[in-house]
């Protein structure tokens, strides 16, 4: 979604200006940003540093002991409870960010390529339940996958199975379904764009040149269209690995996740410190396995060519 | 050849309509179930009632919560669309350097666990010695909301003809006036589907309002408490409904105020781009 923001460079100035007055533009903008930007700093920068310290300190009940220790991460990575959450939410996302790229891919492609006059309204279509409340999606998946829920007195109202199973809810497939549907849009949005970018005329000049529609299809589109799949992975990626509503309500004993331990340390346990590496921990894995994604991907991209 | 060609589109088109069923299905059961007399979500319907509709003026908790989210949606709004209107014309107008860098912070909360945002929002203002109120949920909602309101406004900024200013201003205008008159009117969509995209954004959000706000409950924390008791699902789904028609309704209008933004500056992009 930054695509838009970042898309074109704005207008140079025509010809060619002195340096004095290229400087007050710089100045001009920079001082139009600063609100903003300033606001991002206090309350996002200064605040992840503030967890980055926490995680570095200890509690004694109410008071935070500021000599400086190992032991959070320690604990983090170690102890099977967290190691086996992180692990599970690692797991969780990477297969919800392969899955929706996958179911996506398709939905963006023929948009882009068979949309026709139709392409703005399809987008729409698609955008809609993402507008409907998080927490109500997620609720909805509980109704159609519970004991009593729709799923299961369907299969039975068809004599597909005779009693209701209770497989369904509470674990991680559960969990791994409801994100897959959550997270849809986003992927489908930046591999739309990156679809529109690709020159038809070469898709034209492989068919022209012998290639079938599978293999110019391998070649020329899929490879070119790399960037917006990296980007659909990384969206849908980032956030899953710390989500919070989904596994509480679907997930049961067998799907909770890092971000339901987190927040334990900040509620019930109050050990902020130990949250705070938590939340280190997460970000440092999550940042090593995006910055992974994008080189099999590129490395994917290169071999097709 | 050309019937592998003509095969694909059909095969594509289908998986399209399946695909979107899947997108919808969850959503559908919503309303369904909100006018279903039993509590129980679970075919076939009992009964079509519509009480649990009736019922929800009735609730106290339910009408100060619809409030608070009001008056949090309405601020977060406000505030993110300022904030992101300065950012998005500094941004599509000049050049300087750290432009990017700048950029990429203030797009940052869209791909953080909000978790983690929310959280390290919290340290910091137990630290500062804020207590938690509706105010701290603002503030926390600003935060998120602008990297949509910039991606709203830079696509309505974008492709601007500066020209139009510079004639203003060629024609006596001042600056501000030349803002008021000629800048303004033609960004006006852009300003007002940001405005909508927030306030839906913050209508919505749970995560951010459950760890920031203290006593006062929003509409999804009110709607989170229910959850717990198996007999209000109904009335937590009438709930849902109405907030859906909400959203459907405001999205709508922001989607067609911001194409008409981007035609005016002759330019496509927006939520989609």
Redesign the interface.
């Known amino acids: 979604?930054?695509?838009?923001?970042?898309?074109?460079?704005?207008?140079?100035m025509a010809g060619a200006r002195r340096n004095p007055l290229l400087q007050s533009?710089?100045?001009?903008?920079?001082a139009?940003?600063s609100?903003?930007?300033v606001?991002?700093?206090i309350?996002?920068?200064?605040?992840?540093l503030?967890?980055i310290a926490?995680s570095f300190w200890t509690q004694n009940y109410l008071t935070i002991d500021h000599t400086f220790t190992l032991e959070n991460y320690r604990i983090a990575l170690t102890e099977p409870i967290y190691r086996d959450l992180l692990w599970r939410s690692l797991y969780i996302s990477l297969t919800v960010s392969l899955l929706t790229v996958a179911?996506a891919y398709?939905?963006a492609?023929?948009?882009s390529f068979?949309g026709g006059r139709h392409k703005?309204l399809?987008?729409?279509?698609?955008?809609?339940?993402f507008?409907?409340?998080?927490?109500?999606?997620v609720?909805?998946?509980k109704?159609?996958l519970?004991y009593?829920?729709?799923l299961?007195?369907?299969l039975m109202?068809l004599g597909i199975i005779s009693e209701p199973s209770d497989a369904l809810l509470y674990n991680s497939t559960a969990v791994i379904i409801t994100l897959t549907?959550a997270w849809?849009?986003f992927a489908i949005?930046p591999i739309?764009?990156s679809l529109e970018k690709v020159d038809r005329t070469l898709v034209e000049a492989a068919t022209d040149l012998g290639d079938?529609?599978l293999r110019s299809f391998l070649r020329v589109t899929l490879p070119l269209s790399a960037p917006g799949v990296i980007s659909a992975a990384?969206?849908v990626m980032?956030?899953t690995?710390?989500?919070?509503?989904t596994p509480k309500?679907v997930g049961g004993k067998d799907g909770v996740m890092i971000?339901n331990a987190?927040?334990a340390q900040?509620g019930k346990a109050s050990n902020?410190p130990l949250?705070?590496a938590l939340?280190v921990t997460?970000?440092i894995i999550?940042s090593l396995m995006a910055g992974a994604t994008v080189l099999i991907i590129r490395a994917l991209q290169r071999l097709a060519r | 050849?050309t019937a592998?060609?003509r095969f694909?589109?059909g095969w594509?088109?289908s998986?399209?309509t399946l695909?979107?069923l899947?997108?919808?299905?969850?959503?559908i059961?919503?309303p369904i179930?909100s006018i279903n007399t039993a509590a129980?979500?679970?075919?076939p319907l009992s009964g079509i009632t519509l009480h649990w509709y009736e019922d929800l003026p009735k609730t106290p908790a339910l009408i100060d919560a619809t409030w608070n989210s009001l008056i949090v949606g309405v601020s977060a709004s406000i505030l993110s669309t300022v904030?992101?209107i300065?950012?998005?014309?500094?941004?599509?107008?000049?050049?300087?350097?750290?432009?990017?860098a700048?950029?990429?912070?203030?797009?940052?909360?869209?791909?953080?666990?909000?978790?983690?945002?929310a959280?390290?929002?919290?340290?910091?203002m137990l630290?500062l010695g804020l207590s938690l109120s509706l105010f701290t949920v603002v503030?926390?909602h600003?935060?998120i909301c602008?990297?949509?309101s910039?991606?709203v406004l830079?696509?309505g900024f974008?492709?601007f003809d500066?020209s139009l200013e510079e004639a203003s201003a060629d024609l006596g205008e001042s600056a501000f006036g030349t803002f008021r008159r000629v800048t303004l009117p033609m960004v006006a969509p852009a300003i007002i589907s940001s405005l909508l995209v927030c306030f839906?954004i913050s209508?919505?959000e749970?995560?951010i309002a459950f760890?920031l706000t203290g006593t006062e409950a929003t509409l999804?924390i009110y709607?989170?408490g229910q959850?717990r008791f198996a007999a209000k699902l109904p009335g937590?789904l009438a709930l849902?409904t109405l907030?859906?028609l909400a959203?459907?309704v405001l999205?709508t209008i922001a989607?067609i105020l911001r194409?008409r933004a981007a035609r005016r500056t002759q330019n496509e992009?927006?939520?989609?781009?």
Do not use: C
């Open positions: 979604m930054t695509v838009a923001a970042e898309g074109s460079p704005p207008l140079r533009e710089a100045v001009q903008g920079f139009l940003i609100p903003t930007f606001y991002a700093l309350l996002l920068v200064l605040p992840i503030v967890v926490h179911l398709p939905i492609y023929f948009i068979h703005s399809w987008l729409f279509l698609i955008t809609i339940p507008w409907t409340s998080y927490l109500l999606r609720m909805s998946w109704v159609i519970g009593n829920g729709v299961n007195s369907g109202g549907h849809a849009t949005l739309f764009v079938g529609p990384l969206i980032i956030p690995v710390g989500d919070y509503v309500l971000a987190i927040q900040f902020w949250g705070a939340s997460t970000m999550v | 050849m592998t060609r694909l589109p594509l088109s998986y399209a695909y979107i899947f997108l919808y299905l969850p959503v059961f919503l179930f129980t979500p679970k075919f904030l992101g300065l950012a998005a014309r500094s941004i599509t107008r000049y050049r300087y350097p750290g432009r990017r700048i950029n990429g912070l203030i797009m940052a909360p869209l791909v953080l666990p909000e978790v983690i945002v959280i390290s929002m919290l340290l910091v630290q503030l926390g600003v935060l602008i990297p949509y910039m991606t830079t696509s974008e492709g500066r839906t209508l919505d749970f995560i760890f999804p709607i989170w959850l937590v849902g907030l859906l959203s459907f999205m989607e194409r992009g927006g939520l989609h781009a």
